[in-house]
Nanobody, 126 residues
Framework: QVQLVESGGGLVQAGGSLRLSCAAS????????MGWFRQAPGKEREFVAA????????RYTDSVKGRFTISRDNAKNTVYLQMNNLKPEDTAVYYC???????????????????WGQGTRVTVSS
């Protein structure tokens, strides 16, 4: 059983920055691929970013490339999402997810992840 707890959301003006954190339980966190997803009001959950178990491979959706950075600290069982130059369209509830089945390339599909956090809300005002 893996528990994920996100933090760091809030209200920010367009152009501002936030850093989301996701703290994970479990002794084998360093073997998990991790992902960030978001869901805006009235929309489906979408992929934002993912990182491999080692941190050596990262993937981003096109709309956040160059603005968001995913990273992890396996010693702290934590994955981060640094969000810069935020835009109103980034407003959503952000979820972190863990894939405990080993995989080389972190997946973009939500179906590939087996544990989810409760989400943290990010609101970007214009």
């Amino acid at each position: 059983q893996v528990q994920l707890v996100e933090s760091g959301g809030g209200l920010v003006q367009a152009g501002g920055s936030l850093r989301l954190s996701c703290a994970a339980s479990g002794r084998t966190f360093s073997s998990y691929a991790m992902g960030w997803f978001r869901q805006a009001p009235g929309k489906e959950r979408e992929f934002v970013a993912a990182i491999s178990w080692s941190g050596g491979t990262t993937r981003y959706t096109d709309s956040v490339k160059g603005r968001f950075t995913i990273s992890r600290d396996n010693a702290k069982n934590t994955v981060y999402l640094q969000m810069n130059n935020l835009k109103p369209e980034d407003t959503a509830v952000y979820y972190c997810a863990a894939r405990t089945v080993p995989i080389l390339v972190p997946p973009q599909s939500s179906a590939a992840y087996d544990y989810w956090g409760q989400g943290t809300r990010v609101t970007v005002s214009s």
